[in-house]
T-cell receptor, first 112, second 118 residues
Framework: GNSVTQMEGPVTLSEEAFLTINCTYT??????LFWYVQYPGEGLQLLLK?????DKGSNKGFEATYRKETTSFHLEKGSVQVSDSAVYFC???????????FGTGTSLTVIP | EAGVAQSPRYKIIEKRQSVAFWCNPI?????LYWYQQILGQGPKLLIQ????????DSQLPKDRFSAERLKGVDSTLKIQPAKLEDSAVYLC????????????????FGSGTRLTVV
């Protein structure tokens, strides 16, 4: 079946620290992989995506590389800001259906 | 372009009462989804529509949940009767693509309706 496992939180970092949130997946076929972000009181927003192996998605200083050999899509940012405080969800979407399979989310708090 | 609209934003009801949520997708989006996001978990698909037909409702608790998408545009999700464990955020999403098409088509989530059952 299809599933996503992501690093449990909460994660607390100081401003300008390096961020890694681990994500691994199990999927049938060739999924596309996504990171969504949910700021307090707001809906899900697409952060970045990658549609095939070795693709790198990037946005707002965040990056993630689709690694088929390790079935991973880890999220990284070199220098986090207070405004990055949110819940981050890793997700996959198969090419045979159209629904998303989400991880449980990782809460990130960045302190000044 | 306008996003996916949902209402109400918040709803508090007592257990065994009924409740309905409304979703208006992005204009032209053929596919509409309802997801349930329980606190501390990722969203889980409840039902997927392609135009006004159901594509996948395998995870919808049909003894109490129902959904319709009349005329292939707006959709309503209903819970009757509600249980305490139905407390969650109900997210609506829409996309251009139908089932079986690749993931490069736009897929947009609404802000959700937060339901609290007391």
């Amino acid at each position: 079946g299809n599933s996503v496992t992501q690093m449990e939180g909460p994660v607390t970092l100081s401003e300008e620290a390096f961020l890694t949130i681990n994500c691994t997946y199990t999927a049938t076929g060739y999924p596309s992989l996504f990171w969504y972000v949910q700021y307090p009181g707001e809906g899900l927003q697409l952060l970045l995506k990658a549609t095939k192996a070795d693709d790198k998605g990037s946005n707002k200083g965040f990056e993630a590389t689709y690694r088929k050999e390790t079935t991973s899509f880890h999220l990284e940012k070199g220098s986090v800001q207070v405004s990055d405080s949110a819940v981050y969800f890793c997700a996959l979407r198969t090419n045979t259906g159209n629904q998303f399979y989400f991880g449980t989310g990782t809460s990130l708090t960045v302190i000044p | 372009e306008a996003g996916v609209a949902q209402s109400p934003r918040y709803k508090i009801i007592e257990k065994r009462q009924s409740v309905a949520f409304w979703c208006n997708p992005i204009s032209g989006h053929a596919t509409l989804y309802w997801y349930q996001q329980i606190l501390g978990q990722g969203p889980k698909l409840l039902i997927q529509f392609q135009n006004n037909g159901v594509v996948d409702d395998s995870q919808l608790p049909k003894d109490r949940f129902s959904a319709e998408r009349l005329k292939g545009v707006d959709s309503t999700l209903k819970i009757q009767p509600a249980k305490l464990e139905d407390s969650a955020v109900y997210l609506c999403a829409s996309s251009l693509a139908g089932a079986g098409v690749g993931a490069n088509y736009g897929y947009t989530f609404g802000s959700g309706t937060r339901l609290t059952v007391v």
